[in-house]
């Protein structure tokens, strides 16, 4: 197995230590290490069903390993979501999240919660500490639609939005949280070519504002043009990790997932990205309620 490498400054973020998840007699994730350095943008890949979105779980504290322990800048997890995010670990769902008949502004608002302190009866009598806390949150919310570039749909609906927008104010309504890491899964499901190069700029951005991100994607060329490393998953065991190069040369990774050497040759990325808006297009049409609050995990197609 390559040797793990933190790219950056050589500063652990993230330190996973051999996690596992059984489900009874399943073993969806096995002995997974995995760390995320500083600075690093992170890519976790590998077939439907190999541990992916398992894996993410772990992390958050949604599952709680079998074996293993997670350590967000050198200190235990939480077993308790919330807590995680407190922590300073924000994500993202496969299946979009969001509060459907809540505006845009108002999901940001939402994310805002775990940086707030001011309680119940702070709210109820409105106090002086509370109004100022509102405005705070309310002025750092716009900035993050800014940043976003949702701040033109602030009052909007998020069930209105389209499908590549409510993707991309998950991401804000993160950030909002005030992360140090961001868990992205599957960031450009169901997105056109023009979207899905437009959150690569956007996770660019996020990771120069010094927030770490590590990321589930079956987009390849997304992946390899945007992680500093890439970690592949396969029937719940990490199989290989190094750089882009190094993994999408690597014949067990080419045998197990890609199936053929990754192309980045433009002329070929037309056609697969045609291919892929395509079949986007198809999902959206299928779905009529993107912005449902459930989390049915489906699954994506293969490598694009
Ligand atoms: N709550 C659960 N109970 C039982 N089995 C589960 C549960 N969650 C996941 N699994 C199983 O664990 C395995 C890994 O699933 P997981 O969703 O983590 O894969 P993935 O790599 O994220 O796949 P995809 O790319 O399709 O999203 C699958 O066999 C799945 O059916």
């Keep these: ?25 399943l073993t969806a994730v ?9 600075g690093e943008i992170v890519g976790l890949i590998g077939p439907n069903g190999a541990g992916k979105t398992t894996f993410f779980n772990c992390l958050t504290g949604l599952y709680v390993p079998t074996e293993g322990t997670v350590s967000y800048q050198g200190t235990r997890l939480s077993r308790k979501p919330h807590l995680v995010t407190q922590a300073g670990v ?22 805002r919660h775990t940086r707030t302190k001011e309680g119940l009866w702070s709210a109820l009598l409105r106090s002086p500490g509370f109004k100022k806390a509102e405005t705070t949150s309310e002025e750092r919310a716009m900035e993050l639609l800014e940043f976003t570039g949702l701040a033109h749909k602030r009052d909007h609906l ?47 951005a996020i990771r120069d504002k010094g927030i770490a991100v590590l990321l589930i994607e079956h987009d390849m060329r997304f992946v390899f043009n945007l992680c ?30 890609l199936g053929e050497p990754f192309e980045g040759d433009p002329g070929e ?36």
């Design 158 to 204: 998020a069930r209105n939005l389209p499908y590549g927008e409510q993707r991309k104010l998950e991401i804000a309504r993160a950030l909002a949280s005030e992360p140090g890491l961001l868990l992205l899964d599957e960031p450009t499901a169901g997105m056109n070519p023009q979207e899905t190069r437009a959150t690569e700029e956007l996770v660019f």
């Design 228 to 257: 500093d490393r890439v970690a592949v998953l396969v029937q719940g065991e990490k199989l290989v990790e190094g750089t882009s190069d190094v993994v999408q040369a690597d014949e067990r990774v080419i045998a197990a997932y």
């Design 30 to 38: 096995r002995g997974v290490d995995l760390t995320v350095g500083a």
């Design 90 to 111: 924000a994500r993202t769902f496969q299946n979009i999240r969001l509060f459907a008949n809540m505006t845009v502004l108002e999901n940001v608002l939402v994310g």
């Design 269 to 304: 990325a037309e056609v697969s990205e045609v291919e892929a808006a395509e079949a986007h297009a198809a999902q959206a049409a299928a779905d009529p309620d993107p912005a449902s609050t459930e989390d049915s995990d489906g699954t994506e197609g293969g490598p694009q």
């Design 1 to 25: 197995m390559t040797t793990p490498t933190i790219a950056k400054t050589g500063t652990a973020v993230l330190e996973a230590s051999g996690v596992t998840m059984r489900f009874g007699g």
